[in-house]
């Protein structure tokens, strides 16, 4: 079955504190894989797009690499303003145009 | 920018009301999608729509009915709400065809007493 899952499932963290996200899938084939934020009581915002194994993107204090079975979302020095819930979703080659989101890691950072 | 909006950002049905929720997007976007969001299960796909009057199931449709009959606008109707219909619904939309992000609404927190 195809599934997408994250962890850690929450994660608190002190403000300049590194750490990452991991975003693990199985699917059949990957046609993208997407990064969102989402902020309490609102939409998803999009951050990144994956294609292929050993990309990376960045935006800011956010990098996101993309091994064949995981992705993870680097997040340095990290400051109260990055406290959001970070989705993960995938796109599968068979799939039309359907996404299957991760269930997300909850990120604190406390100053 | 791209922009969907949802008609309402809070509402309060009572069960067995017939409850509309609307999302119009301003991008000309093909795809338009459905979900709820419930703590610890994601996003779950409820319903999507690829053109005017085409709709796909996706992973939750028991209990919801939807209707495009614009390009630009996508509701989720809810035949007879159900307490366990309470919930974040989230609209979305898309271009057709390349591996595009979802442009997503802010949302509405349906709460059915």
């Known amino acids: 079955e195809d599934q997408v899952t994250q962890s850690p499932e929450a994660l608190r963290l002190q403000e300049g504190e590194s750490s990452s996200l991991n975003c693990s899938y199985t699917?059949?084939?990957?046609?993208?894989l997407f990064w969102y934020r989402q902020d309490p009581g609102k939409g998803p915002e999009f951050l990144f797009t994956?294609?292929?194994a050993g990309e990376e993107k960045e935006k800011e204090r956010l990098k996101a690499t993309l091994t064949k079975k995981e992705s993870f979302l680097h997040i340095t020095a990290p400051k109260p303003e990055d406290s959001a819930t970070y989705l993960c979703?995938?796109?599968?080659?068979?799939?039309?145009?359907?996404?299957?989101f991760g269930p997300g890691t909850s990120l604190s950072v406390i100053p | 920018d791209v922009k969907v909006t949802q008609s309402s950002r809070y509402l309060v049905k009572r069960t067995g009301e017939k409850v509309f929720l609307e999302c119009v997007q301003d991008m000309d976007h093909e795809n338009m999608f459905w979900y709820r969001q419930d703590p610890g299960l994601g996003l779950r796909l409820i319903y999507f729509s690829y053109d005017v009057k085409m709709k796909e199931k996706g992973d939750i449709p028991e209990g919801y009915s939807v209707s495009r009959e614009k390009k630009e606008r996508f509701s989720l109707i809810l035949e007879s709400a159900s307490t366990n219909q309470t919930s974040m619904y989230l609209c979305a939309s898309t271009p057709l065809g390349e591996v595009y992000e979802q442009y997503f609404g802010p949302g509405t927190r349906l709460t059915v007493t």
């Open positions: 699917v059949s084939g990957l046609r993208g």
């Open positions: 994956l294609y292929s």
């Open positions: 979703a995938v796109l599968e080659k068979t799939s039309y145009d359907k996404v299957i």
